[in-house]
């Protein structure tokens, strides 16, 4: 099972990326799926979830209101939405599932599966 993310990169204060994490190989229709972040030195931040189903999206309360999580399960494909950024949003993205179907959508890194993540820089 393999996830990958894409869409990262430079953005400046106030800009808008969309990442992007698919999965190679497998459907990704039945698993719930995080974003996280990392920076050097400190612990990977949940940052959102969303559940199998779409009827569940959860968020940090340092994006709420700026991110937006989304999937298309026609391509196998969840979606980061990331508007007015700050630099402070600065850090690998990763994303995750599980190795059940089905589970609850978490933001705490207790998942299965990784990508390798992205890099997103936002600076002026």
């Known amino acids: 099972l393999q996830l990958v993310e894409s869409g990262g990169g430079v953005v400046r204060p106030g800009g808008s990326l969309r990442l992007s994490c698919a999965a190679s190989g497998w459907s990704l229709e039945y698993y719930a799926v995080g974003w996280f972040r990392q920076v050097p030195g400190k612990e990977r931040e949940g940052v959102s979830c969303i559940s199998s189903n779409d009827e569940t999206a959860n968020y940090a309360d340092s994006v709420k209101g700026r991110f937006t999580v989304a999937r298309d399960n026609t391509k196998q494909t969840v979606y980061l939405q990331m508007n007015d950024l700050r630099p402070e949003d600065t850090a690998v993205y990763y994303c995750?599932?599980?190795?059940?179907?089905?589970?609850?959508?978490?933001?705490?890194?207790?998942?299965?599966?990784w990508g390798q993540g992205t890099q997103v820089t936002v600076s002026a």
């Open positions: 995750a599932t599980f190795r059940e179907v089905f589970r609850r959508c978490l933001l705490s890194p207790n998942y299965n599966y």
